[in-house]
């Protein structure tokens, strides 16, 4: 890559704050910080305070990140390959045995051709990765709905760019409208007419309106009606689904459904099931079921291919946040009547405290009793939902996409937050994990200078991962991964978190791995919780709640020095109010920098002593970076996608913080998560949309190589090994060669 030059940006832009200093008091009592139930720090992070995330935010910064220029050389893939990722929607190749395809929440379309044990990409890169259905016409081809429709919470991804087709395999794809779907649930194809297909437009999960209800096509995606339409702005499909053996009857349902910074509405009288017996001309709302109710959430439909008047039903109920397990009924009549099953309290825990993220129910096509149900363990029933069992050791928790094989009738196969697995006895036994899934989303990233074979990395749903697990990548902290940290001077000296700042520390490379959580002091503590070296001496760590705690013994113990640094809770649901970044300054170890959720940096000379409020009003404040030649020489990232706002992303300040300069220059207009100092004093930034450097000034910006458009949450600079390791959301971890 050629030498990228640093400049001076010609333009400052100051802001001068007035300083705050205190000598701090000691602290209160610790509470219990966070909610049970996953939560809205993804949301809130990507969001303006009083402002909603603007509709399209993504991808009209996509296209602005498409028009900059492309140097440096090539991404290369450094894992995992076997540690998977969320799957939302699958569909067999009906033309190729052994072939599938499965679409995942942030990582694009992935095609197998050995029944689900190594997947290739089969989406463009430059299209938006998250996804939300797939489905393959009897001609094979494909059609796929982009958004994912279930609405995590610290895992939130992005609203989609409508409905896609490919008639070669997914070399190349057209878009067909419903671009302003926001998420599609799910795609079908009348097996008898292809050009007939129903599409569940569950829309964004932010943005009321838009393109929301059931549509259907009859000339292959050309033009689209609505035809089942929600009582009001803040309902979507979430399902749709023909009757097995008459494809004139149809079943949806609508979900009531809407997502703010500070409130979630998951469920409301739009939610429900339909039927239509005439194709989808007129449809009928089965309120023998259910009725419509204030509390009703996601309902998830299965319908027996063998006896198609058989189907099931399972109901979330609840108010706001929480919604959980509210009923499974079964109907003989194709749901003219219903009746309610015993309620079993396996299946109520299957649900946890979100039946929001579940909502799917798949039945044996050969045998009516026998079916699976959704949750974080995947439920089984024999006696049509009587009495169950559930499968929480042997497949990964959260279930969200199954399927027989039409040409194998035993086979079946399973998608959930750990990736592929594949039953050759109808689901019940014998999961095969997929041995290539390179699709997994990760929070963090961290290297190794004395090995540049160690990796490791918080990922959603899969732990604390480390490269060099007896077998290749695996979790040596479960949950979801969240901060890790390898020692510079002592690689099996490993520190890994997962959610809420849950952390240990391990000194044989997290074979074996101690608990301090304890050992700090907290009110609060933020989803992705901070823990960082001193750059001087890697036995002095700090770890961000709402106050900063210093250890000087490896992370052993901890004592506080700051008092909180937050404006205090202040949302409903998510724990606002807490330090997300923490940065030493290498040139004076007594210079601190912290910044918060509420839009703060603190400036420490002292090591805590005194403590000046250089910074306030921002967005959530993702990073802060020092020049480890200068401790007044400061870099600060912001998050949030702005409404047409002028505020940057970018600040740097020369003098410890009383003057910021906005460096945003030609950036395109999405949150920047983190910010390291290459050499030359090139800065090397990980965006949603990718990986961007200066050059030609501190405000003018390139694009680094090309990467899948997909977030990149965190980077780690290997100065010694010339290389920049970037962790993305959806796709894994890659490297790149840098100065």
């Known amino acids: 890559m050629r030498r990228i030059l640093f400049a001076m940006a010609a333009l400052l832009v100051a802001a001068l704050l007035v300083p705050v200093r205190f000598a701090w008091a000691e602290p209160p009592d610790e509470e219990d910080g966070g909610p049970a139930a996953p939560f809205e720090a993804g949301y809130v992070q990507k969001t303006i305070p009083g402002q909603e995330l603007p509709r399209h935010a993504y991808d009209d910064a996509a296209a602005q990140a498409d028009k900059l220029p492309a140097v440096g050389g090539s991404w290369n893939l450094v894992g995992p390959s076997n540690i998977g990722g969320r799957i939302v929607d699958l569909a067999v190749d009906p033309r190729k045995r052994d072939a599938l395809y499965v679409a995942t929440a942030s990582g694009g379309l992935w095609r197998s051709t050995d029944a689900g044990a190594t997947f290739a990409p089969a989406w463009p890169e430059n299209l938006t990765q998250a996804l939300g259905s797939v489905a393959v016409a009897p001609d094979g081809t494909l059609y796929v709905g982009t958004g994912e429709a279930n609405p995590g919470g610290g895992s939130i991804t992005y609203t989609g760019t409508g409905l896609y087709k490919s008639t070669d395999g997914g070399r190349k794809w057209t878009n067909i409208g419903l671009r302003d779907s926001g998420a599609i649930g799910k795609v079908v194809i009348d097996p008898t007419d292809p050009r007939r297909i129903f599409v569940a437009a569950t829309g964004s999960l932010f943005n009321q309106g838009g393109d929301r209800g059931v549509y259907r096509t009859l000339d292959g995606g050309r033009s689209w009606t609505r035809v089942l339409d929600g009582v009001d702005d803040t309902t979507g499909a979430s399902e749709v689904m023909f009757d097995p053996k008459d494809p004139k009857r149809v079943f949806a349902v609508l979900w009531?459904?809407?997502?703010?910074?500070?409130?979630?509405?998951?469920?409301?009288?739009?939610?429900?099931?339909?039927?239509?017996?005439?194709?989808?001309?007129?449809?009928?709302?089965?309120?023998?079921?259910?009725?419509?109710?204030?509390?009703?959430?996601?309902?998830?439909?299965?319908?027996?291919?063998?006896?198609?008047?058989?189907?099931?039903?399972?109901?979330?109920?609840?108010?706001?946040?929480t919604n959980e397990f509210g009923g499974f009924a079964t109907s003989a009549d194709g749901g003219d009547t219903w009746t309610a099953l015993p309620d079993n309290p396996d299946l109520e825990e299957s649900q946890s405290s979100y039946a929001w993220w579940f909502g799917k129910i798949w039945v044996d096509p050969r045998d009516a009793a026998h079916l699976h149900v959704a949750g974080v363990a995947l439920m089984t029933s024999h006696d049509g939902g009587r009495t169950w069992t559930g499968d929480g050791e042997t497949v990964h928790g959260d279930q969200h996409a199954m399927m027989w094989d039409p040409a194998q009738p035993a086979r079946v196969y399973l998608g959930n937050d750990g990736g592929l697995y594949r039953s050759e006895n109808d689901g019940d036994s014998g999961w095969v994990k997929a041995t290539y899934e390179p699709f997994t989303q990760f929070y963090g990233v961290s290297t190794s200078p004395q090995d540049t074979t160690r990796f490791a990395g918080g990922a959603q749903d899969n732990g604390a991962l480390r490269?060099?697990?007896?077998?290749?990548?695996?979790?040596?902290?479960?949950?979801?991964?969240?901060?890790?940290?390898?020692?510079p001077s002592a690689k099996d000296n490993v520190f890994g978190c997962y959610q809420?700042?849950?952390?240990?520390?391990?000194?044989?490379?997290?074979?074996?791995?101690?608990?301090?959580?304890?050992?700090?002091?907290?009110?609060?503590?933020?989803?992705?919780?901070?823990?960082?070296?001193?750059?001087?001496d890697p036995n002095v760590l700090y770890y961000g709640g709402n106050r900063l705690n210093r250890s000087t013994d490896n992370g052993v113990?901890?004592?506080?020095?700051?008092?909180?640094?937050?404006?205090?809770?202040?949302?409903?649901?998510?724990?606002?109010?807490t330090i997300t970044t923490v940065a030493a300054a290498k040139s004076d170890p007594r210079t601190l920098y912290?910044?918060?959720?509420?839009?703060?940096?603190?400036?420490?000379?002292?090591?805590?002593?005194?403590?000046t409020l250089v910074l306030s009003g921002q967005p959530w404040v993702t990073r802060v970076t020092v020049d480890p030649r200068r401790a007044d020489t400061v870099y600060v990232?912001?998050?949030?996608?702005?409404?047409?706002?002028?505020?940057?992303?970018?600040?740097?300040?020369?003098?410890?913080?009383?003057?910021?300069?906005?460096?945003?220059?030609?950036?395109?207009?999405?949150?920047?998560?983190?910010?390291?100092?290459?050499?030359?004093?090139?800065?090397?930034?990980?965006?949603?949309?990718?990986?961007?450097?200066?050059?030609?000034?501190?405000?003018?910006?390139?694009?680094?190589?090309h990467l899948p458009l997909v977030p990149v949450t965190d980077l780690s600079y290997d100065a010694s090994a010339h290389r920049l390791v970037a962790a993305t959301f959806g796709r894994g971890m890659y490297q790149i060669k840098v100065p």
């Not at 997502?259 to 429900?272: A, E, I, T």
């Not at 113990?557 to 109010?577: F, K, N, V």
Request: negative net charge; glycine residues 16%; proline residues 7%.
């Open 256 to 321: 009531d459904h809407r997502r703010q910074p500070d409130k979630r509405s998951y469920s409301g009288p739009g939610s429900g099931v339909y039927r239509s017996t005439d194709g989808g001309d007129t449809w009928k709302r089965l309120d023998a079921l259910v009725p419509a109710a204030a509390d009703l959430g996601r309902i998830g439909i299965g319908i027996a291919p063998s006896d198609p008047h058989r189907m099931y039903a399972i109901i979330g109920r609840g108010t706001d946040a």
């Open 557 to 577: 113990t901890w004592t506080p020095i700051s008092p909180d640094l937050t404006g205090g809770p202040g949302r409903d649901i998510y724990p606002y109010g």
């Open 467 to 487: 490269s060099w697990g007896p077998k290749g990548w695996d979790p040596y902290v479960d949950g979801d991964g969240e901060q890790t940290l390898i020692n």
């Open 500 to 536: 809420y700042g849950n952390c240990f520390r391990s000194t044989d490379g997290g074979t074996t791995t101690v608990d301090f959580t304890d050992k700090t002091t907290a009110d609060r503590r933020n989803w992705f919780t901070p823990v960082q070296f001193d750059p001087t």
């Open 594 to 611: 912290v910044g918060t959720d509420d839009g703060r940096v603190w400036r420490t000379g002292d090591l805590g002593g005194t403590w």
């Open 637 to 705: 990232t912001l998050s949030g996608y702005r409404a047409g706002s002028p505020q940057p992303h970018i600040l740097m300040s020369r003098d410890g913080g009383r003057a910021w300069t906005d460096l945003s220059g030609n950036l395109p207009r999405a949150p920047v998560n983190d910010v390291v100092i290459g050499t030359g004093n090139i800065l090397y930034i990980a965006t949603d949309q990718g990986v961007f450097a200066t050059l030609g000034g501190l405000d003018h910006w390139v694009r680094l190589g």
